[in-house]
């Protein structure tokens, strides 16, 4: 195992990693390249996109989503292992691979929010159905989302099941989170062709064929022959240690402790950013996020395709992670539920089912943080 | 122990109750006989009270509780072990202390919810200290609240920690309730001056002396000596049966899951009886209480005094009883918050927290019925 995990597993997985962007890059090109048809335009104008296919708009949500996972295996790569790399590429590198992934996701994140937003109203006015989102420019099928989120599709929403508040709440946070989206996706579009991300492109391009390794790119200072083994644990190890430090800072046992109305507190603060307690879970989320992609790397390039690589993580592990996710995602629905409770001259009905709906998604939190002590708890985070 | 349990000891028990009940009564009347001071009609009008002392209020708080517990046990003893008594007797008291707890307990039930609402709207807001109620005439020590609630009294409220929706929330609560409150008050006043309680307080001095057994009262009908020992066991397990027949059809499963968020489904709703949820577990709740009862007179007349009675119940099943006091109070106080959410021309920040306010004592409500689970698993209920 010790001889497996050398630079040689690094380059290999770095490059696995850059060749699934370039691929989902294709793909995205050759799925429809940006149009200027944004979600909630209309109809979609089915005019200077791409081959029309109707499963086009599906494949680009797909690589879309590819494209964002390799920039952040890239970017978290980068970071872990930085002393193995030449220094100047990797610090060029990564805020281009932060930005890239931070604008593409944004757009994600607005629809998923409305996605969870609608689903939490009607769970709480007792209708099991899925809302319908409004339509987002994809009716024509070949119409393209660049970046969107993949939508579920079920039957027409039961308007009948929801109050006026509810049904009021719901179309505000519609239109609210669709303008974001709306937005994101035009600067997503913007980004994906400015000069900014093929200059990004290009440096992955030669990511793939040949990783800047600290002895490589600084020839000066190489200390060993090129192929000798650097091995990546002490490293790894590093990362894992940051995550479980940040872990033992977490109120673990209050977490476990179901039911403790930690999440809520502050749900009516006059502070505008009332949840500091949620940042150490989103910082272990990311060092969650850090850890993964190193043992990863340990695994080498047959991570390459992304079935394999999240076979050799603990499936608890994954676990642990859904929970972070979930406790993000319920963090920022809570916040745009109170964000939409400030709109100014909103019905009373409105801003109570809001105020149900801001507290639903503090508990959704607190739920989220009780399922990641319990997964955290039960199985401890080996390193390989 | 099966000699003990024979219609001697239930007639020792409900004597000792019913001798409970008028010492509460004396105490009541001791303390300062109901004036007409209402709560919130300003500081104590301090003219026509008793003897002026100033725990006389204490006393009479403790006095009116004492008295509604003593009615609820006489009543649900009636009510279990009516084959072993005087049946016309039986069926024409049960009704009257029926009426007689259930109006004492109304002023109660106001207090005690604005106080949980307004610990709730202080906790959710982030500050810890307990507001300080509306004063309830109680500010010249000898303004009597013959049936109030016992008030914590704390640190001067912090108000600068509340929001303005907070704030107006918990003014508008406390202006509803309070209103109830002081109408419950005057109801009770005048439920203490009635000749109906009088002729109700009559009947229970006559059971302190003697407890009309059926085979007493239908002297005709005997079939044994008066003192030939009957077993209450049958009517006790009888009741013990109906509880965990109840119980048996909770969803416990659920409940025993955290975070299941079952007890929000609704909360939205257009239907303004949202929660039938709640109806057999406020039937548990009844039912857990009658057993209770049927333990204490299975264990007799000793249990005349309040401590030793509770002595000789599990604490488990106590455990198991707070927890369903806990979702009653909840449930009660989440319709208060969605109840006062409809009052007209309310600000929208003010229906807002008045929303979360209900979303959180929902969620209380699903903390207790896992509470309540947990108890009830922990230790099957026994009976002696």
Excluded: C
């Amino acid at each position: 195992m010790a001889a497996d995990q050398d630079t040689g597993a690094l380059a290999a997985y770095l490059r696995a990693q850059a060749t699934e962007f370039l691929r989902a890059l294709r793909r995205h090109r050759e799925s429809g390249p940006g149009t200027s048809t944004a979600p909630g335009t209309g109809p979609g104008t089915n005019g200077t996109s791409g081959p029309g296919r109707p499963a086009a708009a599906e494949d680009d949500v797909d690589a879309a989503r590819a494209l964002r996972r390799a920039a952040r295996r890239i970017s978290g790569t980068l970071h872990t292992f930085q002393p193995l790399l030449d220094p100047d590429w990797a610090e060029g590198m990564r805020p281009e691979l932060a930005w890239l992934s931070g604008t593409l996701a944004l757009e994600h994140a607005h629809a998923s929010r409305l996605e969870r937003l609608l689903q939490a109203l009607h769970r709480l006015s007792g209708s099991s159905a899925l809302p319908a989102p409004r339509p987002l420019g994809r009716a024509s099928g070949a119409a393209t989302v660049p970046t969107g989120v993949p939508v579920v599709r079920q039957a027409p929403p039961d308007r009948g099941n929801l109050t006026v508040g509810a049904a009021k709440a719901g179309a505000l946070l519609d239109r609210q989170l669709t303008l974001a989206r709306t937005r994101a996706h035009s600067t997503a579009l913007q980004a994906l062709g400015s000069s900014r991300f093929h200059a990004v492109a290009d440096k992955v391009a030669l990511l793939a064929s040949e990783v800047p390794l600290r002895l490589t790119g600084h020839p000066g200072r190489a200390t060993a022959p090129e192929t000798a083994p650097f091995d990546l644990r002490p490293l790894a190890a590093a990362a894992h240690g940051r995550l479980t430090d940040a872990v033992a800072a977490l109120p673990l046992v209050a977490a476990g402790s179901p039911y403790n109305a930690q999440a809520l507190v502050h749900g009516l603060s006059p502070d505008p950013a009332p949840h500091p307690q949620d940042a150490p879970w989103h910082q272990v989320r990311l060092l969650l996020r850090l850890h993964r992609y190193a043992l990863e790397a340990l695994a080498g390039g047959d991570a390459g395709s992304a079935g394999s690589a999240e076979d050799t993580v603990d499936v608890r592990l994954l676990a642990a992670g859904e929970a972070l996710d979930r406790h993000r995602d319920a963090s920022e629905a809570a916040a745009a539920a109170a964000q939409a409770a400030r709109t100014p001259r909103i019905a009373p009905a409105t801003a109570y089912a809001l105020g149900v709906l801001h507290a639903d998604q503090r508990h959704e939190v607190e739920a989220a943080r009780y399922a990641f002590q319990h997964s955290w708890r039960k199985e401890p985070i080996r390193l390989p």
